[in-house]
């Protein structure tokens, strides 16, 4: 996400706040202490016990980000007012598994007190880790069955070393862009240092589009362009009905109704492919749409540990 130049950006501004030696391992993150309108109520984990048929969908805010210009989107700054992003993180609960889609920014940022020192137009904040938010329900980032990035920016990947157990579903070609051959630079909006331990994960690289459990209910979908292997999720909830996780595919409503394609996105062509791709499926499945970093959608939505299911 963000500028091309944005490698450079973030690294001066998780310096800037004392963090950058925490990037690099050597020392641990903060470890956690001991509604839309007309809906149904909200159940929480703490009262309704899993079953062996539902799946649930769990929303996190794992970080906000504050931009000065959003004309490295492809949008004019008179074009919107929009200027404050959020990071959700997902946790998908399926009778066969748990998978953490995206991971928001990096876990250290919860060390300020309030927003990040600005760095050329772009400051962040961090209330809460996703460890210390899933301290309190059953679920641990070192038990998850599988890990997803929609794709390997900075703001996606933020606990990615922190989870140590799951099998890392991501495409070949972002695993190729994350782990470049020497000489190969690394794309924009790529911090290495946030995900160098998934190199040694248990991982699975995939070509295209992957059904996670193999029941339909939660497909990984390939859509290129943003980054080489960008990848959205589609979920088919029972209740709710079917949805999809944009990723980066879009991050304002504007840039989807007008398709905006970012300057610092990979390939124009591929976007533009992608955004058909994906538009097609909302109109043959019906499914509802949510972009990620849409602030104004999140705070509709029922987050942890309510659940949509």
């Known amino acids: 996400m963000f500028t091309n130049n944005m490698r450079s950006i973030t690294g001066t501004l998780l310096t800037s706040i004392g963090l950058f030696s925490f990037l690099l391992g050597c020392s641990e993150p903060p470890q956690p202490s001991s509604e839309t309108s007309g809906e149904p109520k ?3 984990v703490s009262v309704l016990a899993r079953d062996n048929e539902t799946l649930r969908l769990y929303v996190f805010n794992c970080g906000e980000i504050r931009v000065g210009s959003v004309e490295n989107f492809g949008i004019g700054n008179d074009e919107t007012s929009v200027r404050n992003l959020i990071v959700p993180c997902y946790v998908i609960e399926h009778p066969q598994g748990t998978m953490l889609w995206d991971g928001g920014v990096p876990s250290a940022s919860a060390q300020l007190s309030g927003w990040s020192p600005e760095v050329q137009g772009m400051s962040l904040r961090l209330e809460q880790t996703l460890a210390e938010q899933l301290a309190s329900m059953r679920f641990d980032l070192n038990t998850f069955d599988y890990v997803a990035f929609s794709h390997i920016h900075w703001d996606h990947v933020g606990v990615a070393n922190e989870v140590k157990n799951a099998t890392w579903l991501v495409q070949e070609a972002d695993y190729n862009a994350a782990f470049p051959q020497p000489g190969e630079a690394l794309g924009p909006a790529v911090q290495a240092e946030l995900f160098a331990q998934l190199k040694d994960s248990k991982t699975q690289k ?3 589009d992957h059904d996670v459990f193999g029941d339909g209910r939660v497909r990984i979908i390939s859509a290129p362009g943003h980054t080489p292997g960008h990848q959205v999720l589609y979920l088919d909830l ?3 009905g079917p949805l999809i996780l944009s990723g980066d595919l879009y991050h304002f409503r504007i840039s989807r109704a007008q398709r905006r394609v970012p300057e610092f996105n990979v390939n124009k062509e591929q976007t533009l492919a992608a955004m ?3 538009e097609a499926l909302v109109t043959e499945t019906g499914a509802q749409f949510w972009i ?10 029922k987050t942890a540990p309510n659940f949509y299911q």
């Open 276 to 278: 058909d791709k994906v």
């Open 42 to 44: 909200p159940q929480s």
């Open 292 to 301: 990620e970093h849409d602030l104004a959608l999140f705070e509709t939505l």
């Open 238 to 240: 029972a209740e709710y």
């Open 206 to 208: 995939l070509n295209g």
